[in-house]
């Protein structure tokens, strides 16, 4: 192999590593005209991509060009050189530039044409024209022939092809990309935390200030409140939004899982162990959000807290550290100064995990927050299932009421199944699950401060008012169902003015 062949494929070899290397156009193609200069003397090397809206060629990377001959380097299909090579997809070679009339010298890069001969192969990908690579060449005696440069260029335009190609669909998922992030940030925004209350403003004010620091958050208050919610609000409306959100639910886990599954393991560290990265590592640059912390095994709190201390994990049969930056947000349901009493919660990394402890009060302790929830997921639920129901004002009374242990949880699930379910347009009390019905307790008229009979009486209507729905009005299997005779609940229906009309 000579000199000049050895060469050219150093040249080639590192012009496909050049372009396989990453997504950025512009310095890739710049690399490459490099590669191309050094190494066979191809000097003012020029990739043209053609705009297939304006049908314009431009120059969008030059070897030994100014920014300003750069930007003359305009052409039209057909025009000059550049232009006949993309009109008509074939290589074309200019022994001499200054005696060329259609070379067109457009970017007045060459002040001197002297002995310059132009080299110009099209860009194409099976028959698609996107473009033309071009350089300039000074042939002497010794240094290689047209056929050797022109063969070079074609290999190193469809390598360019090919990653054009390539880059097109990445620019087509970055957009998607961003497009689900810009959701995501949408989502997880500040008007989709729901809630007047005093103490849930308070709550919102402590999340506002947080998320734009990385500090330490710990999130504590009973199930179906909101944590993970705000957890992930606080990411998405922080600087670290670009990032990964994992969340890992301690509980959930097997305890003797639960260290590969945070920490990662090595292939091998245990019987039937497979190379894992971990959630930590997975959450780099991102928000890592431990779910359940109270219910992390003892045996496991002295690895967190020295995550937490030195920002390293260390994977399961490994000697290696890994440095993480990740932004830690905790939750639990547990009162976790009674675990601590109880020996079941470290100190140390209580402390270490609250830096900046946020109670998210049950909704039972602020019902100013129930009308406004019941609308939002109204709003949200009508819209999904394209329904169009109200809900009247005894039913609303019921609810806020209603004490709710599952709490926000629980009152978005329940309303989605009364949007579900709903056949009028007003959901009236007797849709309500039996549940939030829980007729006795809720009742106003029932607190006890009534005679007895008149009690009684309360409830051996409502009772009748909330079955007959059931039996779709049918007087003998509702009477069937509350051990009636046919002529007792009749009896009771006029004595109530109950009326047997389902109500709309
Ligand atoms: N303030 C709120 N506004 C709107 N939706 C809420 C609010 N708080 C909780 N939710 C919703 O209630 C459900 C339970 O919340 P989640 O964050 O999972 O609670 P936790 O983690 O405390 O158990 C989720 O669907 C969440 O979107
Ligand atoms: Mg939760």
């Not at 305009?74 to 070679?93: A, D, R, S």
């Not at 024209?129 to 042939?139: E, Q």
């Not at 290696?320 to 639990?332: D, H, M, P, Q």
Request: glycine content about 6%; overall charge positive.
């Amino acid at each position: 192999m000579n000199k000049r062949n050895n060469r050219e494929l150093t040249a080639l070899f590192e012009v496909s590593k050049v372009l396989t290397s990453s997504f950025d156009l512009e310095k890739n193609l710049y690399s490459v005209m490099e590669i191309l200069s050094k190494k066979l003397d191809m000097t003012r090397g020029c990739v043209f991509l053609l705009d297939k809206k304006t049908d314009e060629i431009k120059i969008v990377t030059a070897y030994g060009l100014t920014e300003e001959e750069i930007q003359r380097g305009k052409y039209k299909i057909g025009e000059g050189i550049v232009g006949k090579v993309i009109e008509t997809g074939l290589p074309m070679f200019i022994p001499d530039i200054e005696k060329e009339p259609q070379f067109l010298n457009k970017t007045g890069s060459r002040p001197d044409k002297k002995g310059i001969s132009f080299l110009c192969v099209p860009i194409k990908i099976e028959e698609e024209m996107l473009g033309v690579i071009s350089a300039d060449r000074i042939y002497t005696l010794s240094q290689g022939d047209v056929d050797d440069d022109l063969r070079v260029l074609s290999i190193v335009a469809s390598l360019i092809a090919q990653f054009l190609k390539l880059w097109e669909s990445y620019k087509v998922m970055e957009d998607e990309n961003l497009l689900l992030r810009i959701q995501l940030k949408d989502r997880y925004n500040f008007p989709n935390l729901v809630g007047q209350s005093p103490s849930f403003q308070a709550v919102l004010k402590t999340v506002m200030k947080v998320a734009g620091t990385d500090a330490t958050v710990l999130l504590f208050g009973e199930s179906g409140t909101g944590k993970e919610l705000i957890a992930k609000t606080i990411h998405f409306q922080s600087k670290r939004a670009k990032g990964p959100f994992v969340a890992i639910n301690c509980a959930a886990i097997p305890e003797n899982l639960l260290e590969a599954e945070l920490f990662g393991s090595e292939k091998g560290a245990f019987t039937g162990a497979v190379k894992r990265i971990g959630k930590f590592e997975q959450a780099n640059e991102g928000t890592i959000f431990l779910d359940e912390v109270g219910e992390l095994p003892l045996s496991l709190q002295p690895k967190l807290l020295r995550v937490l201390q030195e920002r390293t994990v260390e994977p399961l049969g490994s000697s290696k550290t890994v440095k993480v930056n990740v932004r830690i947000i905790s939750a639990t349901n547990k009162d976790l100064s009674e675990e601590i009493r109880k020996g079941s919660f470290r100190e140390d990394l209580f402390w270490r995990l609250n830096v900046i402890p946020i109670y998210i009060p049950p909704l039972r302790e602020r019902k100013e927050d129930i009308p406004l929830l019941i609308e939002y997921y109204l709003k949200s639920f009508c819209s999904i299932y394209k329904k169009n129901v109200s809900i009247d004002e005894d039913t609303l009374k019921i609810l806020i009421s209603y004490e709710w242990p599952g709490n926000v949880r629980e009152l978005a699930n329940t309303i989605e199944r009364l949007v579900v379910m709903s056949e009028g347009r007003i959901i009236k009390p007797y849709d309500l699950p039996d549940t939030v019905r829980g007729v006795i307790k809720m009742n106003p008229k029932l607190s006890g401060e009534l005679k007895l009979p008149t009690e009684v009486e309360e409830i051996e209507r409502i009772r009748i008012v909330d079955t007959l729905p059931k039996f779709n009005f049918n007087i003998r299997k509702t009477a069937q169902a509350l051990g009636l005779t046919e002529r007792q609940l009749n009896y009771r229906i006029k004595k109530y003015g109950i009326s047997i009309k389902k109500g709309i």
